[in-house]
């Protein structure tokens, strides 16, 4: 027998397989996502995934949300008997912001060892960095697989504005799932929306899709880092605080008096209620900082002008009283003191205080 | 270097495999040489030393060739045509100072031509005076053999760089205010110094074959080990660059590119994957457990392995698409049962240089005492000396010399025990299955050795270092 290697034989045939894995993924698209070291060899994390500096952060952003579930700890713990599970999402005020993971809300929560229902009331932390109620159903939507008794929704004002729906990167690349929302859930989405990125059929190849595929690596091996560290995110050694002196600017997104639901995406929170089915849902207005510098008589904070905001509030407890929908309106609980960077980001402090005003409603919806 | 450099060496040296011949070849060489120096050259703070580094390059291995060539060589019409051509890549280099859009060889806009004039009309003059002189004495190599000396601790020192940096902004009249050591990053002159020294020594000695100046600029700046070696011997190396060249074959090729494959896999894939979970100065404060802080501890072994090796993949690959076959710098040196073998196995050429310039010498020296010193602490001061030094060309800080420390001791106490214990283990081996546990159990322990020296290496403070070695035997 011959057992000669023709190099040129073994190059064309390389190359010929490598053609055909790539026309394979292309055609298939699996979803590789699910497969996760997380959960397996390291701990899940607390969080979802999101950083913008993985070297400093052992953490990173992508936009394969089975890759981002798969990571976190909720994808690996089984719901024990005596579990009232609990999933909060939201923007980074939930998530986190300059926060470790046991001082944000759902630290704090757990912290507190709450007791529901005669069960241990454990939270999990589904909140995502950008602010958008289409973004915030998505995520709601992959976090009912982990069987919820409760699902509480922080938001706020500026998650409802309908420019700001898709804009959100992990929204614009997750077009298939949204649309999925939309049909299943009553979720307005525009058919032309320019936002969502279409991909072509070569770039749903191996090569052409490399960079989604690396970074579904680079999650898994920064998973190691993260057990070693326990840190998921780059805490700088000093930030600049919120803004409380602020200018006499009564703007907010282009958008004039009175709001509705023409320019604000109210139809989300109803598919929203509509995923949660059966499961409690609590809608809460998150605090945010009410400040007395320059202009305060104009502005609320940065983010809100004075009347945007008071209608917003109005808009909130008609909608809930008229929808029967369980709302809590905490917008001004936490002193102005115990913020970070941002109108809506807190100190522990202050997440400590906001898991206190919350625990309560906690309680009472527990069925 | 970054992957789309490498590609674009890779792709120019297949070309000119395919294309060039002979003298093409040669040329081919000795421009892409000088043209990568400078392009490779980061950009640096101090104005226009980007373009300077690259010319300093070339004037002291232009001058170090004349020290040590024969008068014959140096006579040779060639070596005029050969300066004449480089000196016009350099100009050319320069004159692209006023066409941006050429400006891809240079890191930042190259600085006026009336400098690269005068520095030039400096070389030459040098070069002038020296051809007056009707014979060399031998100070003027010793001399050569301390400028790159004392330019390497230059760069090497912190200290030394921090006030070469000051002195330099001061002459270019920038803003000393933010001066650091790290302002000043000569390319690639540790290799160049190490191939300068090897041909000064071998001058000295009479061994040094005759070269002239395309072959000399040629073998020092090769472009494919300008950065990261491997160190080939001159005489060797100019073997390949003279035997006739009748261009790439499928022979040569396919063991070429498989080690170019190789090299981009191991640096480009594996040690970039493991870079992010190996040991650092950031996170060897971070990891919280004892179990953690091994697995960055190995993931650092592993890295630097990979990436210093995919690194010399690349460059033998590269080379061998140009005819040349550099010689090996790493032979599974992890696989090895005790630190010699590891050290013969571990950067080759590295260490043979050492042994031919450093480690041979000093032990002839003290062995030609007239009260010759004991054997152990002759093989004591030699190692340790010889690893210092080693320790000393990756830089003179006190991690380095740790580093150095920690393998000159440890090669003492192989050697001790090899002596004292060689005979009693060659009895108790006496089955292939005691000589593989033998054989596996020295592979551990001189892995783990080396493991844990990687840790002085890879810190900046010895501090860390050794909060890191209490950690990882923490309980």
């Given amino acids: 027998m011959n057992h000669e290697i023709k190099p040129l034989n073994v190059l064309v045939k390389g190359l010929l397989l490598f053609l055909l894995f790539n026309l394979v993924i292309a055609a298939w698209q699996p979803r590789v996502g699910q497969f996760s070291l997380y959960n397996i060899l390291y701990p899940g994390r607390e969080r979802l995934p999101f950083g913008e500096n993985p070297k400093q952060s052992y953490n990173l952003s992508l936009f394969n949300l089975d890759a981002m579930f798969a990571s976190h700890v909720i994808a690996g713990t089984p719901k024990a008997d005596d579990e009232f599970r609990v999933i909060v999402i939201g923007d980074s005020s939930v998530w986190g912001t300059l926060l470790k993971p046991e001082e944000t809300l759902i630290g704090q929560l757990n912290e507190a060892s709450l007791n529901a229902c005669k069960k241990n009331v454990r939270a999990y932390n589904l909140g995502y960095p950008t602010i958008s109620l289409t973004k915030d159903v998505m995520m709601l939507s992959y976090g009912m697989q982990y069987d919820p008794d409760l699902v509480i929704w922080m938001t706020t004002l500026d998650a409802f504005p309908n420019e700001k729906q898709t804009s959100t990167p992990l929204v614009a690349n997750n077009e298939a799932n949204v649309r999925g929302l939309a049909t299943s859930y009553g979720l307005r989405v525009e058919a032309d929306d320019p936002n969502f990125e279409k991909k072509s059929f070569w770039e749903k190849t191996f090569v052409g899709d490399r960079r989604s595929w690396a970074d579904i690596i680079r999650l898994q091996i920064y998973g190691v880092m993260w057990s070693a560290t326990g840190i998921d995110q780059f805490y700088p050694a000093e930030y600049e605080k919120a803004k409380t002196d602020l200018d006499a600017d009564e703007s907010y997104h282009d958008l004039t008096s009175p709001l509705n639901e023409d320019v604000l995406a109210i139809n989300a929170l109803g598919a929203g209620f509509h995923v949660a089915g059966e499961t409690p849902m609590l809608l809460v207005n998150e605090p945010m900082l009410i400040s007395a510098g320059a202009n305060s008589d104009i502005r609320y904070n940065f983010f809100y002008p004075r009347w945007a905001y008071d209608e917003y509030r109005e808009i909130m407890f008609d909608l809930s009283e008229r929808n029967g929908w369980a709302y809590v309106d905490l917008w001004d609980v936490i002193p102005a003191n115990e913020f970070t960077n941002s109108a809506i980001h807190l100190t522990p402090a202050g997440e400590k205080l906001l898991a206190e005003n919350l625990a309560p409603y906690i309680l009472e919806n527990c069925k | ?475």
């Avoid at chain 2, 070849?25 to 373009?51: C, H, K, N, T, Y």
């Avoid at chain 2, 000393?392 to 150095?404: A, E, I, K, M, P």
């Avoid at chain 2, 593989?436 to 840790?455: C, D, E, K």
């Fill in chain 2, 1 to 475: 270097m970054a992957l789309d450099r490498i590609l674009i060496l890779a792709a120019a040296s297949l070309l000119c495999g395919i294309f060039l011949r002979e003298r093409g070849r040669a040329w081919f060489l000795l421009i892409a040489s000088v043209l990568v120096i400078f392009w490779l050259q980061p950009a640096l703070p101090i104005r226009g030393f980007d373009f300077w580094t690259p010319i300093a390059t070339l004037v002291l291995v232009v001058l170090t060739w004349y020290f040590t060539a024969d008068d014959e060589t140096r006579k040779q019409r060639k070596n005029t045509i050969v300066l004449l051509i480089v000196a016009s890549v350099v100009l050319l280099l320069n004159l692209t100072r006023f066409v941006p859009q050429l400006q891809i060889f240079t890191a930042s806009r190259p600085p006026q031509l009336e400098t690269t004039l005068i520095i030039f009309l400096i070389s030459g003059l040098t070069l002038l005076a020296l051809s007056r002189l009707t014979r060399f004495s031998a100070s003027f190599l010793t001399l050569g053999l301390i400028l790159t000396i004392g330019l390497f601790l230059t760069l090497k020192v912190p200290a030394l760089t921090y006030w070469t940096s000051y002195a330099l902004r001061s002459l270019t009249g920038q803003s000393l205010d933010g001066t650091r050591n790290t302002d000043f990053v000569w390319l690639g002159f540790s290799y160049v110094a190490f191939r300068l020294i090897h041909t000064i020594r071998d001058r000295q000695m009479g061994r040094l074959p005759s070269v002239d100046l395309g072959e000399y600029l040629t073998y020092v700046i090769f472009f494919p080990a300008f950065t990261a070696g491997p160190i080939d011997r001159i005489e060797r190396f100019i073997k390949d660059l003279r035997a006739p060249f009748a261009g790439l074959t499928l022979g040569t090729f396919y063991p070429a590119s498989q080690r170019l494959l190789l090299g981009l896999f191991k640096k480009f894939v594996i040690a970039d994957a493991l870079a992010l979970i190996a040991l650092n100065d950031t996170n060897a404060l971070q990891v919280k457990s004892t179990g953690w802080m091994w697995v960055i501890v190995y993931a650092y072994a592993f890295q630097i392995y990979f990436d210093f090796s995919g690194y010399t993949d690349i460059a033998l690959g590269i080379a061998r698409l140009l005819g040349i076959k550099l010689p090996e710098n790493f032979a599974s040196p992890y696989l090895k049962p005790n630190l010699t073998q590891f050290w013969n196995n571990w950067h080759m050429t590295l260490t043979q240089w050492f042994r031919a310039y450093f480690f041979n010498p000093i032990t002839r020296w003290l062995r030609s005492w007239q009260k010759p010193l004991s054997m152990p602490m002759m093989i004591l001061l030699t190692q340790v000396a010889t690893m210092l030094l080693i320790g000393f060309w990756h830089g003179v800080t006190w991690n380095f010399t740790l580093w150095g420390l920690w393998h000159g001791l440890g090669l003492f106490i192989h050697n001790r025990w090899s002596d004292m214990t060689k005979a009693k283990a060659a009895t108790w081996a006496g089955t292939p299955a005691k000589q593989a546990v033998l054989n596996i159990s020295g592979i551990l322990l001189t892995f783990h050795f080396v493991a844990f020296g990687w840790i002085f290496f890879a810190l900046s403070s010895p501090v860390a270092s050794w909060q890191v070695l209490l950690k990882l035997f923490e309980r």
